[in-house]
């Protein structure tokens, strides 16, 4: 056999296994497009299935403490405005959604006699509805949500000055999440109805959050609370 031979026999092989090689990429790629539809399809199960557990947590709450009833949903609302406002990723503003949510979740296991009162708690009844965030995060601390929901729920009490609860962790240490919930919480808590007072309205909410920036509440999630209302771009509805 020649060199012209050899070589084209050389050549017709290499192209043989180059094909050969080409039919194995595309079935491999076949393979790992089924993978990532399967995989696909379970998170979006998985999404369905979280969404309809904290569906169910929230009508538990809101029947036990009716006079909160939408509460937790315009705290999302306002927390999420505010996380968008921010430019935070949406892994983190899903993470806000859920944990807002569900940030009361803790007062299932308040007395409703407590929760009710049409009037200012004492000492005493005030040191059960505080114990709230925790019994939250013990009930949800071993469910593996995507973002820290759990956290964010033990949190959310927390005050930059390290007078809030239940940890009396301040700054840095409290998640950027949470002091996002703290600043919706407490907006919506003063704009709305309460069993021991009426709504006392939204300039009253601003006034405080303002007068206690950097103290009790985040600075920047302040200010951004502050511009969303000012340029009329969130209302509760």
Do not use: W
């Not at 026999?9 to 790629?29: M, N, S």
């Not at 005030?126 to 929901?149: N, W």
């Amino acid at each position: 056999m020649g060199d012209k031979e050899k070589t084209e026999e050389l050549l017709i092989k290499e192209i043989t296994d180059l094909r050969h090689r080409i039919t194995e990429l595309e079935e491999a790629d076949t393979e790992l497009k089924k993978a990532k539809e399967t995989l696909s399809y379970s998170l979006d199960k998985l999404r369905k299935a979280t969404r309809f557990i904290i569906d169910v947590i929230v009508m538990a709450v809101e029947t036990r403490d009716p006079y909160t009833s939408g509460h937790q949903k315009r705290v999302t609302d306002l927390a999420r405005s505010i996380a968008m406002e921010m430019n935070l990723t949406p892994e983190i503003i899903d993470g806000i959604r859920m944990a807002g949510l569900i940030h009361d979740l803790g007062k299932i296991s308040i007395p409703a006699e407590i929760l009710g009162l049409p009037r200012y708690l004492n000492n005493v009844e005030y040191s059960v509805v505080k114990t709230h965030p925790e019994i939250g995060y013990q009930i949800l601390k071993d469910i593996d949500f995507a973002r820290p929901v759990a956290l964010m729920i033990y949190q959310h009490h927390e005050r930059m000055n390290g007078s809030g609860y239940p940890q009396g962790i301040k700054g840095g240490e409290i998640l950027l999440e949470a002091r996002i919930l703290a600043v919706a919480d407490v907006v919506e808590a003063i704009c709305t109805h309460r069993p021991y007072r009426p709504a006392l309205g939204i300039d009253k909410a601003l006034k405080e959050i303002t007068q206690h920036r950097g103290v009790l509440y985040d600075p920047e999630v302040v200010d951004v609370c502050i511009k969303l209302f000012g340029e009329e771009r969130f209302k509760f509805k």
